[in-house]
């Protein structure tokens, strides 16, 4: 809390306060469950004189649960929107009316709709037609679940102020499979989960109280996602016990009238584990057996259960490999026992040895997904897909395509992306991820001839496969905002219209979201829209720039800064920096070979430092520091200079941000700003700790001098301690200078203090401290004897260590020093944290 950022200057001026100016009345709160569905009141006149047209009507064709939902969620729009209810009949009104129904019931009555014959399974149609002087606004669709998205889409013109007056309007979905997958375990935890428990399951059990599922499906259906596995990959075998299906039931019953289907992740052992066979392998009469009535008494239960989702010979989970046995092998045979039902299983294309020889150069973790699974092309049966992560090693940063999508011809695929920010930020930071997936989706393989993007592959559209699309991991929570983040909500939006629409450009996705959840006010939708687009390229540059990787802690956090984690282990994230350079050679002439996969168009591009693009150059080529770049910079210096930017532009998102105060409601602003604030402080660890650690390795200085050196810096361990103790950090990047210091006097309460020379004037005092997961320590900033802020560092972090998971910048601005001053930090240290504190920074006070 920010007790005091106005003080008076002893130098004759009068009281002066930084804090910017309220604009006007700020809008109602908002706490950020209903995400992009707000259905704010429309304001705008002349867009609801335009809406004046629409009927006062709504009939509705068909029964099922599905109808009710799409009809009821039509009336919940225009009562919010418009503030009207719409009266209800369930024949053709002889009145001008909104009609909801599946195809082939209304062209009876209406022939003229034969015409539109274009729509596939899930899409829809939205109509304007009159008959015998009345106008019907007609949503249709070959099947009930269109109607809804018919439905959701005719709401969404609404909320974007779109006309609605002439409509002529039909949208199929880009491909069949629009699954989201959650890394949720039975207890409630959530594996790579930022938001809380698990909306889906506590205390080995699926919750009491589904509602929140029922709102999660709701906003699943919003965007056309029609798939939803709810369990880790991990999986605990209990999941398909007998003893566990009504619990599914349960959550596929709320999942139903949303129209989206079950699946659960299964572990490979289950028929020896839950099955009480001496076996799980996959070619053994009894397992096949086993897998069927296994099927069977699920679809007996769940009639409309989608199927399997598998990780198998993968991060220690068993797989065919045990009997020697392939990957087709086990897909296969599962597969024969959902395909009775209608179901599919989707076998995770995520293999990899993490015991490799780093010490062998030819050994690539990146190789592995091509290497184990096209060999076995044309071998899965027509029920079973691949999930391949959309690059090849593991949601970095930055990856380029797995080659695996250009490789197979006669196997059904589906991409895997990330929306839980696992390597990007995880919901701390701001990363917009629709651009990263652009990049990957519009790339173009060459698997047929030029051509062939990614997208159109895992649509299963190149090679005419019946199975295809795109799978995402979500992991929501318990949080109020699903994802911890206002703004990370627009990646699961962005992931679900990319997967109905892939063609559609990441500006168009985030202005849709910016309206829909933020409202029309421009300066808003233009400032976040802006934030957005600008987060992944910024996030890219102060964690990982030229293809490296997210350098950070590989082992176990996957936050933090941490570049020395990925070297000298099994796990194959190298990038292999030495003290002449950095990079993983993946050529065919003299590295791992990984470029000879894909095919031979892109190969060339890769293969060649004259044409690897330098976003890649580090995935693809190890280089010399002194290496020029297409940019005529060296390597080492764009690694410095990227850095600076990167985290310059993470601060800039602030001030950004603090311009929309007033025109957002309060309690969205100030928790986005917390966020933004705690970023531009994280994204100055990661600045400094990378630009350090490279300066150490490669001896070379930055051009610019500003690695390694602080002038507005006074290091805790300089300062004069009462209580307080040096500490040497681990890793030693993970602290400026390597130290830092901690309280460890007995009663837990300890000083810190320097005496501040410069000129007299405003300033911002940045104090740099550790806030781990263990204690909630707390501090006091004091210039002479005025109490100018306290703060807890209560942030739970996922660290418990002094590191750089746990550092955290906290800002106090507008201080007024003078030269003979004393900065006095007080604090009292909690749990097993030790009030750690790395530096004070004091620099002129930004303008407010
Ligand atoms: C669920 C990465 C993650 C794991 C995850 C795994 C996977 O390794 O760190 O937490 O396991 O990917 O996708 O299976």
Redo the contacts with the bound molecule.
Sequence with gaps: MEILNCRMLEVGLALLCLNALVLAAPPKREPGYDAWLRYDAIDDQATRRAYDQLPAVVATLGESNVMKAAEEELRRGVRGMLGRSLRVESRLPAEDAILLGPLDALRKTFPALDRNAALKADGFLLKTTKRDGHAYLIVTALNDRGVLYGVFALLRRMALGEPIAALDQQENPYAPVRMLDH?DNLDGTI??GYAGPSIFFANDNVVDNLSRVRDYARLMASVGLNACSIN???ANPRVITSAFLPQLARVAEVFRPWGVRLFVSVDFSSPQKIGGLDTFDPLDRRVAEWWKKKADEIYGVIPDFGGFVL?AD??G?LGPSAYGRTHADAANVIARALKPHNGVIFY?G?VYDHHMDWRNLKNDRAAAAYNNLHPLDGQFDDNAALQI?HGPI??QVREPASPLFGGLEKTNQVI?LQITQ?YTGQQRHLCYLVPMWKEVLDFDMHAAGAGTPVKQLVAGRTFKRPIGGFVA?ANVGASPTWLGHHLAMANLYGFGRLAWDADLTSRQIAEEWTRQTFGQDPQVVQTIVGLELDSWPVYEKYTGPLGAGTLTDIINI?YGPAPESSEYNGWGQWHRADDKGVGMDRTVATGTGYIGQYRPPVAKLYEQLATCPDELLLFMHHVAYTHVLKSGKTVIQHIYDSHYEGAEAAAGFVKRWRALKGRVDEARYEEVLARLEYQAGHARVWRDSICNWFLRKSSIADAKGRVGHYPNRIEAEAMRLTGYQITDITPWEAASGGKAIECVSRDRQCAASFRYDGRAGWFDLDVQYFDESDGKSTFKLFVGEQLIDQWAADDRLPTTKPDAHASTRHRVRGVALRPGDTVRLEAVADGGENAGLDYVEINPAEMQ
């Design positions: 890394w594996e790579r880790n990959v991990n990780k993968s991060e989970r995770r995520f992560k593991d949601f895997e696992e991991v996957h």
